[in-house]
């Protein structure tokens, strides 16, 4: 692949279609798969993603807002879209768009069901969560009565799915806690289905979930960062393989004197004659001020170089004294080799956010190898 010559987000979709191929070799055949595209697709690129991903035939897409879910309707997504966390003010684009929500509460429920009948829909898809333990988003397990009683006054909306979040699929020491969720999960299941008399699909594993408990795939599962290659294990980063790679580029090189201070509010001060590398990615790119001062690191030819004072909005300088290095230099931030979840470590962050933090100004470039 060629040298950055800029700031660049590179997406390797080859390993998206090994990291999707390896998740479903875990999967019963039968048991469908829903990719998470949400935020921009982990900050990858949502169009980009979900087109692949559609061509390799995945059965539903996810996404957090709306908003994401009609920008992958613009761009020719035909596949269904689940809306997580769907909010009333969007309730007409959402049917205008075809994309189905998460109805998590009583005034959720009322409201689509309102849409829904406004929009003169029949049976309209929706998915219900229900809360198991996580406490963020979804139904009490004692709302199933009152659910019942809305969804049988209306023919608006039919019940695809139901479905739950783990809080700690991928933490071992919370096996008790974890298969307590898929016990209430099931029991929730059972009750719903006897209540409205026909069989919604079940769904409740995120990667983690997908890798440490194969007894609860149940009818289809919700994948997110496996896709973008990282398994929240040493033992399964070693099967996935990361999809971005955040590469620029040495600007500047300053050789400076002992005592001397590098960048805003002098918060680096030199212990010796040192050499600094000026490189062209700063916190509005997505690297934050917590990688300052010392946490984060790039690689250049190889080596690391430490982070020195404050994060800049648009550059970071870096400490290569003793590293061989010009300007115009490639400089790795994360790849497939030097991990975004190592890096996400340096600042005690994990690979999630630092993924989701590549902004929009970092250019995009598409490689399949
Ligand atoms: C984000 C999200 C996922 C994906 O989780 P990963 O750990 O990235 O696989 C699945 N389900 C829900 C409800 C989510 O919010």
Known sequence: MPKALETVLEINLAALTHNFNYLKLKLQPQTKFLAVVK?????????????????????????AYAKEGVIL????????????????????????????????????LKEFIAAAETHSQSQYPVHIKFNTGLN??????????????KLNATSAIVVKSIFSHLAASEAKNELTFTNKQIDTFKNIAQEFETKIGYKPWLHLCNTSGVINYPNAHFNMVRCGIGLYGFGNSAKEDKNLKPIASLKSVISQIHK??????????????????????????????????????????????????VIIGNVCMDM?????????????????VFDAKYKASDFAESAH????????AISQRVKRVFISE
């Open 136 to 149: 963020r988003l979804g139904f009490s397990p004692n709302k199933i009565d009152a659910i019942i009683l």
């Open 256 to 305: 400076i004197k002992t005592n001397e201070t590098v960048g805003y509010n002098r918060a680096y001060t030199s212990k010796g004659l040192e050499k600094t590398a000026t490189i062209p990615v700063g916190h509005a790119d997505g690297v934050s001020r917590i990688y300052g001062n010392g946490k984060g690191f790039v690689i250049i030819n190889k080596q690391k170089a």
């Open 39 to 63: 935020a921009f697709a982990y900050g990858s690129d949502s169009v980009e993603i979900a087109k692949h991903l559609q061509n390799l035939d995945v059965d539903y897409f996810a996404v």
């Open 316 to 332: 970071i300088m870096v400490n290569v004294t003793g590293i061989n290095c010009n300007e115009g230099d490639e400089v790795i």
């Open 349 to 356: 962050t994990i690979s999630y956010e630092i993924l989701t």
């Open 73 to 108: 309707r613009d761009a020719g997504i035909t596949k269904p879209i689940l809306v997580l966390h769907p909010q009333p003010i969007n309730f007409n684009t959402i049917i205008e768009r075809c994309l189905e929500p998460s109805i998590y509460s009583a005034k959720v």
